[in-house]
């Protein structure tokens, strides 16, 4: 087909798109029918499949992404059961997070985030199991330990970056996590009138360092880059180790009705980045401080980024297990792009660019591409099967396409009820994916269960990719939003069930009830308070009205599942404290009068009567 052709037929398709609505979202895509396993052994295979006895465990762990809630949802595949919720950047109050002191500051005042790709540390490009990082939208990043399931520290916002999306990703030996900006803005919180958006707004192309030991996360290296939106990254394993990638849409600079305006060019970018020589121009103390943090101008450093030309407005970029290939598909188009990783370095070699953008070269689109892999409407991601087969989702189409790598050819394809964005394969993002399983993370569930009004959950599809053929084996729900998830080998995971008293370094915990009680000094109350069932000690707290009152929380049992709460509702307390473990609260005692406080979490037969009273005694 002739460039004029495809771009006739990509404008038809675009026409028809736009007059569907799809693009718009101004009406729900045509329902098509789903792959519903058939007869009924067919339904007796899939039920079989995905049932965990009572008692019985699932083989994984799929950690999906709450989007906008916050949070991170964490399932048990094949059963599709929800296990748990980890509260990363919003308060929750079934554990208590983002009330206690630590949790609290850790929030750092906000009260939401909207998380978007979950990303498992890696060791040599399989994921150890060690700990879960995931952006959200406002420049963070924050890591899960995967030992206790606990958020352990939020990164950020990192200065200059604005729409922290195209993030986590980690790198193969987990030594940085990828951000950029979505959003591009001036600089270092500057301000610019619109109109000035080709020139005084900026994107960033940045990374987050990670201690390899202790998962700690801090400044990386910032990369200033045209105001294209930055989209998605995925970061180089095997061959391409030592690289990542980030798609962009709106290389047009444009502003305004965003989806004409930055719809102009055939095609947009990709940017490869040698991550490795960002992290040595660092080290050698290059870069201009702008906004707090040193920012590498590729017109100053050159040889860290390249641009390459991908499809129209690409949302996924994915490396294949071998790090060879790099898919990146145009939303609006129906192909997906499969880029060469040696044809890159190739081309690099050669200097053969075809021009530049702010400083940052431009590669030939025919000398990288490898293949235009025709699988259907709307490429959004890519995930990737152990034996050379690709799965890449169709939003625009509603469905998931089965490739060949290599081959290109596309051998299946299987319809999602509805509109699947992520796509996620048992252990898909490793050097060694597990097939298997395949979770299809849809935007839309359209009744496909019982009707609960107007607020839609989303659904979850669970696929068999076992065989030649997909398999759809069950349907779950999810809240808002299931952006992204990663699945990985329950046998990985090894959390503790409670915290060992030998382990509990907190300068205020106390393991005896004689050592609890109220000490008042200079305006400040210190209640030490133990926990352990079925009685809070000591059972009343007496302050002053005025009192800055700390009050410590010591759960000294040693037993799992002996969780105990402390509820006080006149001051908006509700810690939740577990087994072995110390938590602080501290508020101002502003009211005057007596207020009860009680275990939240029902721990025996007495838990009712494990409760008391705070008594702020009024100004004389
Ligand atoms: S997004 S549906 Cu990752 Cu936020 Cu693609
Ligand atoms: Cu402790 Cu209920």
Same mark, same amino acid.
């Given at each position: 087909m002739s460039h004029k052709q495809k771009n006739l037929m990509f404008g038809a398709v675009l026409a028809a798109m736009v007059a569907a609505g799809i693009l718009a979202g101004r009406c729900a895509p045509s329902a098509p029918k789903s792959?519903? $396993?058939?007869g009924a052994s067919d339904l007796a295979v899939a039920a079989q499949a995905t049932y965990i006895a009572p008692g019985d465990l699932d083989e994984y762990y799929l950690f999906s992404s709450g989007g906008h809630s916050g949070q991170i949802y964490v399932y048990g595949v094949p059963s599709m059961r929800h296990l748990v919720t980890i509260p990363v950047y919003t308060p929750y109050p079934a554990t208590g997070y983002g009330f206690d002191d630590d949790s609290k500051a850790m929030l750092g005042g906000l009260t939401w985030g909207d998380v978007h790709h979950p990303s498992l540390s890696e060791t040599g490009g399989e994921y150890d199991g060690r700990w879960l990082f995931v952006n959200e939208m406002n420049g963070r990043i924050a890591r899960v330990d995967l030992r206790d399931f606990k958020t352990r520290q939020i990164f950020g916002p990192m200065p200059n970056i604005s729409g922290n999306h195209a993030s986590a990703f980690v790198t193969p030996n987990t030594e940085y996590a990828m951000m950029a900006s979505r959003f591009s803005a001036p600089l270092a919180n500057g301000a610019a009138p619109i109109d000035q958006y080709a020139t005084a707004y900026k994107g960033i192309i940045a990374a987050v360092k990670i201690d390899p030991k202790s998962g700690t996360t801090s400044q990386g290296f910032e990369i200033m880059t045209p105001p294209f939106d930055w989209d998605l990254a995925d970061a180089g394993k095997k061959v391409s180790e030592g690289w990542a990638f980030f798609t962009c849409y709106n290389s047009e600079r444009a502003t305004g009705k965003l989806e004409v305006t930055?719809?102009?060019?055939?095609r947009d970018y990709i940017a490869v980045v040698d991550w490795r020589a960002a992290e040595k121009a660092i080290n050698e103390g290059k870069g201009d401080l702008i906004g707090g943090v040193k920012v590498l101008d590729p017109k100053k450093v050159p040889g860290i980024i390249y641009l390459m030309p991908c499809g129209k407005s690409p949302h996924g970029v994915d490396v294949s297990p071998d790090g060879k290939y790099i898919v990146g598909s145009g +939303?609006?188009?129906g192909v997906t792009t499969v880029f060469n990783f040696e044809k890159i370095q190739t081309a690099i070699r050669k200097q053969d660019f075809t021009g530049n953008e702010d400083g940052i070269p431009v590669l030939k689109y025919e000398d990288v591409k490898d293949a235009e892999v025709p699988v259907g409407l709307g490429p959004l991601h890519t995930q990737f099967g152990p034996d050379g087969y690709a799965y890449t989702s169709l939003f625009v189409d509603s469905a998931i396409a089965k490739w060949k790598m290599g081959t290109w050819e596309v051998v299946d394809k299987i319809p999602m009820s509805y509109s699947i964005g992520h796509l996620c394969a048992?252990?898909? &993002?490793?050097?060694s994916p597990d097939g298997k399983y395949l979770i299809g993370l849809n935007k839309l569930s359209h009744g496909r269960h019982l009707n609960v009004g107007p607020s839609q959950p989303e659904s979850s599809q669970l696929v068999d990719i076992t065989g030649e053929k997909m398999k759809l084996l069950y349907d779950a729900f999810t809240e808002p939003e299931p952006h992204y998830a990663q699945m990985i080998k329950a046998d990985k995971l090894h959390p503790i069930e409670v915290y060992p008293k030998e382990g509990n +370094?907190? $300068?205020?915990?106390?393991? &005896?009830?004689? &050592?609890?009680g109220v000490t008042h000094q200079g305006g400040k109350a210190l209640a030490k308070v133990v926990l352990v069932r079925s009685t809070i000690t000591p059972q009343t707290i007496e302050v002053s009205q005025g009192e800055t009152v700390t009050v410590a929380l010591t759960n000294i049992e040693q037993t799992t599942d002996e969780l105990h709460g402390f509820g006080l509702l006149a001051y908006n307390i509700n810690v939740v404290v577990d087994p072995g473990e110390t938590k602080t609260v501290t508020f101002v005692a502003n009211k005057a009068g007596v207020y009860p406080f009680y275990c939240t979490n029902f721990c025996s037969a007495l838990h009712q009567e494990m409760q008391g009273y705070l008594i702020v005694k009024p100004h004389a």
């Open positions: 792959r519903r $396993p058939a930055a719809s102009q060019r055939d +939303k609006l188009q048992a252990e898909g &993002d490793t050097v +370094k907190h $300068p205020l915990a106390i393991w &005896d009830v004689k &050592d609890a």
